[in-house]
């Protein structure tokens, strides 16, 4: 019994566990909580994808056409395997783990403990998850941010030879230029790449480093812009679409409020944020950080805790007061997704302070207290995240003994996995799957005319069902156009509801089945899945 406590225990201490459960936690959220479609932003990627492998793409006056590298590597997918959910979602999925293998493989040796914090605080946070099965660009952002970051802690010492400062400066602007081609975001690294910039050049180290790293962004930049040029007659296309899109969105709405909202987004609101989006699990570990040097060690960028305290603080300043547009101030949203570059400085620093605070009672004594208060603040639904954490660590404080990392990272795990497992049993929300199995059966005939009639919202993105080649033998309209349009000779007039997508809290719609029936009193139902409906006008109320 002894030797098997004591493997459990090897077991559970080693890095390679918890990167093995974190990776294949989050293989199965992606199958098992898969919506299949969201009905936004990645219906808009898709089809430029679509656009890529077909022909036909081009500049749409919106920002998300120039996030080549969201849709350019979803073309290669549905190049290899056709148009799907899976293909669609592929991507994210493989920036995912490639994130998550980044951390490891970077950490395992020489910071054991704090590698297992970390990818257990950033492996299995909600809205990380929840944006790995969709076609957004948030989580592959995450992969090309984290990669930026672990080349600046590679070379946050001397570089050993010209060789390597030279490989590694190239490596570190392409890595940027990718980047910002999946999201304009990662400017907000730029008062870190700065900060880290001016103390190495008051200290005259990796100087080929940074010149390599500016000529070849130089170079690139002047290439991407030169090609803009040439495709679309402006080299600086993408910025003013940029401008145009933040402008149209968001401009009136937010002056009209911004008396109200600017003061708590600026101040308080973060911090609320945090908390209600479970941030404040990481970032109250990372604060523990004046605790962690003990040894009152003189500050420098070499040490790995405060490269990554500046990394964090350097990323941070900019979200909270930085502005979204250009030609007003407007803080960026407090959205969880829009602080995934954030995430990879937040965990490791996090899970760098655990490594060393560990055990110290005082420590778990402010853990008690912060998911205490935390507890206080959110709304019901957050209450089971932070009250078992409360009782834990004050359990762990009143408790005084020695112990094992694994146990808190255990614990810390099942909460952080409460809200996934959560969503991966609860019943579907888009009804993306009976939606399209519907579509493939009833909807899809090759002769014949055919009308199908849907809400407004459905009627948006309704070629994604078929892949972006909707049959030409078939018309789609709103419910109430129809009643108002001349009947031409049609074969067949199909209404489908989808109840999912009309009683969605998020796209907030008024209408609802009780609303559409009425208008069609002869319609009759000759398929339902779940919250879908597809029926059928007769053909004598047609004419």
């Known amino acids: 019994m002894h030797s098997i406590i004591l493997f459990l225990q090897r077991f559970l201490s ?4 918890w990167f093995v459960a974190v990776v294949g936690f989050t293989l199965l959220y992606y199958f098992a909580e898969h919506e299949g479609f969201y009905y936004a932003d990645d219906g808009s990627y898709s089809l430029y994808a679509h656009q890529v492998l077909h022909g036909g793409f081009h500049f749409d ?27 669609t979602t592929l991507w994210p999925l493989l920036c ?10 970077t950490f395992r040796k020489k910071h054991p403990v704090a590698i297992s914090w970390a990818l257990v605080l950033l492996g299995l946070y909600y809205f990380q998850l929840n944006t790995s099965n969709y076609l957004y660009p948030d989580n592959i952002l995450l992969f090309f941010t984290t990669a930026c970051l672990l080349v600046l802690y590679r070379a946050r010492n001397p570089l050993p030879s010209v060789k390597e400062e030279v490989y590694w400066g190239m490596g570190f602007a392409v890595l940027n230029l990718l980047a910002f081609l999946t999201k304009e975001t990662i400017v907000y690294t730029v008062p870190f790449y700065l900060t880290l910039f001016g103390y190495q050049a008051f200290r005259r180290q990796n100087s080929r480093f940074w010149f390599t790293a500016a000529v070849t962004g130089i170079l690139l930049l002047a290439a991407y812009f030169l090609l803009y ?60 950080f004046w605790m ?21 603080l350097g990323m941070l300043l900019p979200i909270w007061f930085g ?9 960026m949203p407090l959205v969880p997704r829009m602080f995934h570059p954030l995430l990879p400085a937040f965990c490791l620093l996090a899970g760098l302070t655990m490594e060393q605070v560990w055990n110290k009672r005082i420590a778990f004594l402010y853990l008690a207290v912060v998911f205490g208060i935390s507890t206080l603040l959110v709304s019901q639904n957050m209450v089971v995240m932070y009250l078992p ?3 834990f660590f004050a359990v762990l404080f009143f408790w005084n003994r020695s112990w094992p990392h694994w146990l808190g990272l255990l614990a810390v795990a099942a909460v952080l996995c409460i809200r996934p497992v959560y969503f991966m049993i609860k019943p579907t929300v888009s009804y993306y799957f009976e939606q399209k199995a519907l579509v493939d059966q009833h909807l899809n005939h090759e002769n014949g005319r055919h009308v199908v009639l849907m809400d407004s919202f459905l009627l948006e993105k309704f070629d994604f069902f078929y892949g972006f080649q909707v049959p030409k033998n078939y018309t789609f309209q709103e419910y109430s156009a129809y009643l108002k349009s001349a009947h031409p000779a049609t074969d067949s007039v199909f209404l489908l509801i989808n109840n ?21 009193p002869s319609a009759q139902l000759i398929n339902q899945k779940g919250k879908v409906k597809l029926f059928m006008l007769p053909k004598d109320s047609l004419k």
Not at 14 to 17: H, T, V
Not at 263 to 287: E, H, Q, S, V
Not at 292 to 312: G, R, V
Not at 505 to 515: G, I, N, S, W
């Open 14 to 17: 080693s890095p390679r566990f």
């Open 61 to 87: 006056d919106y920002s998300f056409c120039h996030r080549f590298m969201v849709f350019v590597p979803t073309t290669l997918f549905y190049w290899l395997w056709d148009h799907n959910i899976y293909t």
């Open 96 to 105: 995912t783990l490639g994130t998550l293998l980044l951390l490891y493989l």
């Open 229 to 288: 040029k040439i495709y679309s007659g402006d080299a600086l296309q993408r910025l003013y679409d940029i401008k145009a899109t933040n402008t149209a969105e968001t401009k009136q709405a937010y002056l009209d409020t911004r008396s109200a909202t600017l003061f708590p987004r600026l101040t308080y609101g973060p911090f609320l944020f945090f908390i209600g989006t479970g941030l404040a699990i990481p970032l109250a570990m990372a604060a523990l």
């Open 292 to 312: 962690s040097n003990s040894k009152k060690q003189p500050f420098s960028l070499s040490s790995p805790i405060y490269f990554w305290l500046i990394a964090m």
């Open 323 to 331: 502005t979204a547009t250009v030609d007003f101030y407007k803080p």
């Open 389 to 391: 954490l409360t009782l």
């Open 500 to 520: 999912g997508v009309l009683e969605h809290p998020e796209l907030m719609l008024t209408l609802r089945e009780k609303d559409i029936l009425p208008l069609f």
